[in-house]
């Protein structure tokens, strides 16, 4: 295994912690600075959609920096951004830290993938890009519940000094084993988000958007919609929490090879319908830990199942924009996670937090429908295709 590929996946490690560590210490930070949760909320909210949108910016305006330079300087203002949010005073301050981390991490991210396609031979490009990438799947069944153990069992500003050294442990690997990196071509903006304007595309990316949206409004307020079978019990939280990284992590890998057995079409509408089906079971499950068990072992699943035939069926469709379309389903996943920020904290004082999941699954319910519209215009582009080369024929 080559080094140079670990060290990058331990900074996509630690950025894939701090988006998802939230949820396990969201009632502490909301009693430190004596806000609502509803509130607290923002502060995964103000990073998610801080790296949805400098994350393609920052990579086409930094195109002619050193890679190793911008690695290092990404890295080292994650590090600043979360001792910052370790030690803050006030709310309004570690909002503002939560936003200079998520522009850490849009530095990071496209970087290190960019870079792991570079320094390796063609032929092995995509299993460098799978083992960066595993860094940020393996984040939610070990690193999150680490930092939420860290958080329940200390206090919640440790587990943002721990997403510190485990940037800086990555940053010290970049300095030391990274020497040159081939800079990538030069793409603008604009370029970078041309491929939105093809129908196919931009649907599968609201899909990504929509779908995300829908259980992360549970996600990021799991500690309240769960509390009737947490307590205050650290263990079973962080126990909760694996289940919902590993799970996840497994699947992905399987979705990923029915995609190409099956073909993407019938892996998403499968794993939408059943993502539907837990949501709404969720207000149910959440009284009862066995059935919470259950049901967030299969909400993992198929909640991070679906990435691989979404990006499957990005690839299948725009081959010649692949790494663009990709990083703009990335984009469309964190913007996900900033609405479901600000619905869940509105809809919690309408319906209550428990309830949640039923608001979900009416949103993952919406992502079916564009699902099925982005297959019916892949489908009709298929046909016209297929007419034009019997015509040329």
Known sequence: MDRRLLVLALGMFALGTDSFVMAGVLPEIARS?????????QVT???AITYALMAPTIAAVAANVPRKA????SLAT???????????PTFGFALATRVLAGIGA???APTATGAAATMVPPEKR???LAVVITGLTTSTALGTPAGALIGGLGDWRWTMVFVSALAAFSGLGVWALLSHIPLPPAISLAKR??????PRVALTLLTTLVYQTGHFITYTYFAVVFDRVLGNDTLVISALLVLWGGSGMVANLVTGRLADAIGNRRVILAGLVILIAVMAWLPYASANLGMTAVAVAIWGAVAWGLLAPQQHRLVVVAPQSAPVVLGLNTSGTYLGVTAAGVIGALAIPAVGAHALGWVGAGIVFVALGLAELATAKINASNRVAHQGALASA
């Open 33 to 41: 600075f004596d806000v609502s949760i509803g509130v607290a909320g």
């Open 106 to 108: 849009a530095m990071f």
């Open 193 to 198: 988000i041309a491929p939105v304007r093809d």
């Open 78 to 88: 994650f590090v600043v951004a979360n001792l910052a949010t370790a030690l803050a």
């Open 70 to 73: 911008l690695l290092l300087a």
């Open 45 to 47: 909210t103000v990073y």
């Open 126 to 128: 995509g299993f460098a």
